[in-house]
């Protein structure tokens, strides 16, 4: 059982784009090999900013993806128990049936964050996540 996130970068963002911390692209997560998640049009700067703070939280706690754009949170990662994690989403496309391990659900979101940073600096960003890399 594993997850993975996967990200296509919108080409045709304006400078003004980048000074305002938004970074639009397309975001699929896939879980156990079946699309769990697709936003075409994600902010994944804001996304990636909330999963590192996540991430170095070194705790336990769930992983809430709020953005100004829902009323609601539009991705969770909810602590269960016995280092499982269940994974919830306003526009999840099945309800899953297992949990994922906290090793392979971090795994994975380290691996989202090293290959968006790597994008971030080939086009020039400045927003860095480099406690990933």
């Not at 336990?60 to 754009?69: N, P």
Request: glycine share 4%.
């Amino acid at each position: 059982m594993g997850i993975t996130f996967t990200f296509k970068i919108n080409p045709e963002q304006k400078h003004s784009a980048y000074e305002l911390g938004y970074m639009e692209g397309e975001l699929n997560i896939h879980f156990n090999q079946k699309l769990f998640f697709h936003d075409p049009h994600n902010n994944l700067a804001e996304l990636a900013a909330q999963l590192d703070k996540w991430m170095n939280s070194g705790s336990q706690k769930d992983f809430i993806f709020k953005t100004i754009d829902h009323d609601e949170p539009i991705l969770t990662f909810q602590y269960e128990s016995s280092n499982q994690w269940r994974l919830h989403s306003i526009w999840q496309n099945f309800e899953p049936e297992d949990t994922i391990h906290t090793i392979a659900l971090k795994s994975a979101a380290k691996k989202f964050l090293e290959n968006l940073n790597k994008e971030f600096n080939r086009i020039g960003y400045d927003v860095k996540f480099d406690d990933h890399t």
